[in-house]
């Protein structure tokens, strides 16, 4: 489901993507618990791209899962879609809002807000109230989600000032079309955007600073390799 996240049109041919699950971790990214996982085992996931040969890490969810820490441990570019939308939201409009499945999603925004000090062009968060479905998505809700968000969306323009509107998740792609064809504002997909600024930092040869992101003294790429193995 989620590589048809990216349409043929935005494909270039000289980019290679691969999709590669943790071996565990979260399910629904319902709690800090799980919140915890998933920062673990994307850590754990990504921790060895580079030797694999890989020229960037590009982290599917926008709860920006081990960012940091697999910045400490690459040099290669770790990009999050959670902050990369953000930024790019900063430069859409002053004021941006968040269009959620369910509010148990609010923290994990927040928390990538605050580091970003991002409060104060913050509008909204608005939740529709349906839990999230991880294996189909969207699919086969379109009638009732979609009018949903589109509601939502309208509110979160009229009444909280939002001159920009971010989808809440990378799942929630299925809707984009829809609301950018029924929203008067910019409609932001988040793992569209992580990926074209996972590509710019390539193009430019950029990647982020060791300085702050410094590497481990130690670092065992098998911590993790004894647990498991559920999601791949």
């Avoid at 890989?54 to 570019?77: E, T």
């Avoid at 369910?102 to 923290?107: H, L």
């Avoid at 009229?158 to 984009?176: F, R």
């Avoid at 390539?202 to 647990?227: C, I, T, W």
Wanted: charged share 25%; proline share 5%; hydrophobic share 40%.
């Amino acid at each position: 489901m989620f590589e048809q996240q990216i349409p043929e049109n935005l494909r270039r041919s000289d980019i290679t993507i691969d999709f590669v699950a943790p071996r565990n971790g979260a399910k629904i990214l319902d709690s800090f618990y799980e919140f915890t996982l998933a920062d673990a085992f994307v850590l754990d996931a990504g921790m060895a791209a580079e030797k694999e040969g890989y020229d960037a890490v590009c982290i599917n969810s926008m709860s920006d899962s081990g960012l940091h820490a697999l910045r400490s441990c690459l040099s290669i570019p770790v990009i999050g879609p959670c902050e990369a939308t953000l930024l790019t939201a900063c430069m859409t409009g002053q004021k941006f809002s968040i269009l959620t499945m369910w509010d148990r999603w609010k923290p994990m925004y927040m928390k990538t807000i605050r580091e970003q000090g991002l409060q104060t062009r913050l509008a909204s968060i608005r939740a529709i109230g349906v839990n999230p479905d991880a294996e189909e998505l969207l699919a086969g809700k379109e009638e009732v989600v979609f009018d949903l968000l589109k509601r939502e969306g309208e509110a979160a323009i009229e009444k909280d000032g939002a001159d920009v509107i971010i989808l809440g998740s990378t799942t929630m792609y299925q809707s984009y079309d829809f609301l950018s064809a029924n929203l008067p504002v910019p409609v932001l997909n988040p793992g569209l955007i992580a990926l074209k600024t996972c590509e710019m930092f390539l193009d430019l040869g950029m990647a982020h600073s060791p300085r702050y992101y410094q590497p481990p003294r130690e670092k065992d790429e098998n911590l993790f390799s004894g647990v498991e193995c559920k999601f791949a």
